[in-house]
C-alpha cells in the first residue's frame, strides 16, 4: 500500500470474505485485508497492490483520493480580566493527537508564550462535535503590558503541521482594581474602611490610597495587608494588597471614598460607601 508516493504496508490478504468466495470460489474464504494506516491531514491519495507470491510481479489493484481530517476547533473569547491579565477560551480537537486531545499554541503579538493540550470537560462541544474529545476544552491566563494585543492560538498535529484558529486583538487596561468591601461605624466617631487593591504599575508592591470623609482627606495608607485570597486569585501580584483601617468621622451619615494615588499626583477613584457615623 502507498500513501501518495510512499510506502506504508505490506502483508498478507487473508480475511474472511465470504462474499468474494461467492464470487470466485476457486479462491477459498481468506482473501480480504483491512488495514489502518497513518496519514497526515489534507488530501491524500492511496494506492493498493497485489503481489505475485511467484514471481514478485505486481498488479494494481485500485487507487482512492481522500481527505483526512485535520484539527480543528474554535476561540470562544479573549478577554481582559484587568490587571494586564488576558483570558483565551474555547475547544480543539486532533484526530492525529493522542486521545484526540490538541496541542495548542498561543502567540501575543507574534511570539509564541506558551503550548499544551486541551485539558478541560466541554460536554457542549462533545455533544455537537462527532468525535471531540471528553476535555477538548482550554482556558488560559496570561500577563500582558497595559496596551493593545493580538494573540493568536494554533493547534500543531502529530505531523508538527500548523492549523491556526484565528486571531483576536484586544486592549489591556491598566487600570487598579480589586474591591472596596465594607465601610463600618465603630462609634465614637470613627468608621473602618475595608478592602483589597492592586496597581499593575506597582507590581507585588502596595498601591497608595487616598481615603476621603465627605470630600476631605482623612488617610493615605497603603494596601499593604496580607490577603491570602487575593494571593491564591492572583499570584503574578502576591497576596500583600488588603487595606483595614481606621479613620475619623464625624457624627451623622457620611460618604466614604478610596482613590489610588499614583506619581505625579495623579489619581484613578476605586470607590465610594455611605455609612451613619454615630458620636
Given at each position: 500500500?502507498f500513501?501518495?508516493?510512499?510506502?506504508?504496508?505490506h502483508?498478507v490478504?487473508?480475511?474472511e470474505?465470504?462474499d468474494?468466495r461467492w464470487?470466485?470460489p476457486?479462491?477459498?474464504?481468506?482473501?480480504?485485508y483491512?488495514?489502518?494506516?497513518?496519514?497526515?491531514?489534507?488530501?491524500?491519495?492511496?494506492?493498493?497492490?497485489g503481489?505475485?507470491r511467484?514471481?514478485?510481479r505486481t498488479?494494481?489493484?485500485?487507487?482512492?483520493?481522500?481527505?483526512?481530517?485535520?484539527?480543528r476547533?474554535?476561540?470562544n473569547?479573549?478577554v481582559?480580566l484587568?490587571?494586564?491579565?488576558?483570558?483565551v477560551?474555547?475547544?480543539a480537537?486532533?484526530?492525529?493527537?493522542p486521545g484526540r486531545?490538541?496541542?495548542?499554541?498561543?502567540?501575543?503579538?507574534g511570539?509564541?508564550?506558551w503550548?499544551g493540550?486541551?485539558?478541560?470537560?466541554?460536554p457542549?462541544?462533545?455533544?455537537?462535535?462527532?468525535?471531540?474529545p471528553?476535555?477538548a476544552?482550554?482556558s488560559v491566563?496570561?500577563p500582558v503590558t497595559?496596551?493593545?494585543?493580538t494573540?493568536?492560538?494554533d493547534?500543531?498535529d502529530a505531523?508538527?503541521q500548523v492549523?491556526t484558529?484565528g486571531?483576536?486583538?484586544?486592549?489591556?487596561?491598566g487600570?487598579p482594581?480589586?474591591?472596596?468591601?465594607?465601610a463600618?461605624?465603630?462609634g465614637?466617631?470613627q468608621?473602618?474602611?475595608r478592602?483589597?487593591?492592586i496597581d499593575?504599575?506597582?507590581?507585588t508592591?502596595?498601591?497608595?490610597?487616598?481615603?476621603?470623609?465627605?470630600?476631605n482627606?482623612v488617610a493615605?495608607p497603603l494596601?499593604s495587608?496580607n490577603r491570602?485570597?487575593?494571593?491564591?486569585?492572583?499570584?503574578?501580584?502576591?497576596p500583600n494588597h488588603?487595606?483595614?483601617v481606621?479613620v475619623?468621622?464625624?457624627?451623622?451619615t457620611?460618604?466614604?471614598?478610596v482613590?489610588?494615588?499614583h506619581?505625579g499626583g495623579t489619581?484613578?477613584?476605586?470607590?465610594?460607601?455611605s455609612?451613619v457615623v454615630?458620636?
Open positions: 500500500i500513501l501518495d508516493t510512499d510506502f506504508v504496508y502483508g490478504a487473508e480475511l470474505r465470504p468474494v464470487a470466485y476457486q479462491f477459498g474464504l481468506n482473501t480480504g483491512d488495514v489502518t494506516i497513518k496519514a497526515p491531514p489534507g488530501k491524500r491519495l492511496v494506492c493498493a497492490w503481489v505475485d511467484r514471481n514478485g498488479t494494481l489493484l485500485g487507487m482512492r483520493e481522500i481527505v483526512v481530517a485535520g484539527p476547533g474554535q476561540i473569547s479573549v481582559d484587568g490587571g494586564q491579565t488576558l483570558r477560551q474555547g475547544w480537537m486532533d484526530p492525529t493527537g486531545l490538541a496541542m495548542v499554541r498561543y502567540r501575543i503579538d511570539k509564541e508564550v503550548r493540550r486541551t485539558a478541560m470537560p466541554r457542549d462541544v462533545v455533544a455537537a462535535v462527532p468525535g471531540a471528553d476535555r476544552g482550554f491566563d496570561f497595559q496596551g493593545r494585543h494573540l493568536c492560538v493547534l500543531i505531523y508538527g492549523t484558529l486571531c483576536r486583538t484586544v486592549d489591556a487596561a487600570d482594581f480589586g474591591w472596596y468591601e465594607s463600618t461605624d465603630l465614637g466617631g468608621a473602618r474602611v478592602g483589597w487593591v499593575p504599575h506597582e507590581g508592591g502596595p498601591a497608595r490610597l487616598r481615603i476621603t470623609v465627605d470630600g482627606v493615605t494596601a495587608v491570602p485570597d487575593v494571593g491564591a486569585q492572583h499570584p503574578r501580584f502576591g488588603g487595606f483595614d481606621t475619623p468621622a464625624p457624627a451623622g457620611r460618604n466614604i471614598c482613590d489610588v494615588q506619581g489619581r484613578t477613584p476605586f470607590g465610594c460607601e455609612v454615630s458620636g
